[in-house]
Nanobody
Framework: QVQLTESGGGTVQAGGSLRLSCATSGSTLSSYTLAWFRQATGKEREFVGLINWSGDRTEYAESVKGRFAISRDVAEKKMYLEMNSLKDEDTADYYC???????????????????WGHGTQVTVSS
């Protein structure tokens, strides 16, 4: 099993940047895919992006492509979400999720993932 803990949320002005971190513990990550999801008030949880732990594959939702970037630090056992050119509609609680199905698996739906963090809040003010 893997435990996930998000950090780095906060309030930022529109057009600004923020970096979220997802710290992992409890399991080796070689067969995991890690993902970021977000949930705005009154809306369903939606896919933001993912990375496999080998780091050779990332995928992004169309709404964030070109603005957000996901990376991971193997030594630190952390995943990051670099968010640039933030918009009001990026305001949400952001969650990291993990699933162990091998490095060639890329799930984009919340039920695909077994392990979740508790979330970190991001507010974009205009």
């Amino acid at each position: 099993q893997v435990q996930l803990t998000e950090s780095g949320g906060g309030t930022v002005q529109a057009g600004g940047s923020l970096r979220l971190s997802c710290a992992t513990s409890g399991s080796t990550l070689s067969s995991y895919t890690l993902a970021w999801f977000r949930q705005a008030t009154g809306k369903e949880r939606e896919f933001v992006g993912l990375i496999n732990w080998s780091g050779d594959r990332t995928e992004y939702a169309e709404s964030v492509k070109g603005r957000f970037a996901i990376s991971r630090d193997v030594a630190e056992k952390k995943m990051y979400l670099e968010m640039n050119s933030l918009k009001d509609e990026d305001t949400a609680d952001y969650y990291c999720a993990g699933e162990r199905r091998g490095s060639r698996w890329f799930g984009r739906h919340p039920p695909d993932y077994t392990f979740w963090g508790h979330g970190t809040q991001v507010t974009v003010s205009s």
